[in-house]
């Protein structure tokens, strides 16, 4: 099994940064490859960002280009999701999510409990 556990939440204030981290562990993915998702009050979960240890491809929603930045660590099996520029409408919780395929859209084996994050206007 695969364990997801996610953490740098929390309150900010629109046009400021967050960043979260996620550590994977157990055992590996059949297919190298983590990503987040998000949740918004009243809204259903929606990708946000994803990586390709293989590759080193980087895929990302258009609402959050330019402003978030996914990269890794391999070597500590380590996602990291550089949030800057946030807007109240970036308030949900985040899920750290690992393995799975990506065609055209992210499907994920495994997902985290998820981590809130909160801007402020």
Not at 82 to 100: F, H, I, K
Request: net charge positive.
């Amino acid at each position: 099994q695969v364990q997801l556990v996610e953490s740098g939440g929390g309150l900010v204030q629109a046009g400021g940064s967050l960043r979260l981290s996620c550590a994977a562990s157990g055992r590996a993915f059949s297919n190298p490859m983590m990503g987040w998702f998000r949740q918004a009050p009243g809204k259903e979960r929606e990708f946000v960002a994803a990586i390709t240890w293989s590759y080193g491809n980087h895929y990302y929603a258009d609402s959050v280009k330019g402003r978030f930045t996914i990269s890794g660590d391999i070597a500590k099996n380590t996602v990291y999701l550089q949030m800057n520029s946030l807007r109240p409408e970036d308030t949900a919780v985040y899920y750290c999510v690992g393995g799975g395929t990506y065609r055209g859209s992210y499907y994920p084996d495994y997902w985290g409990q998820g981590t809130q994050v909160t801007v402020s206007s």
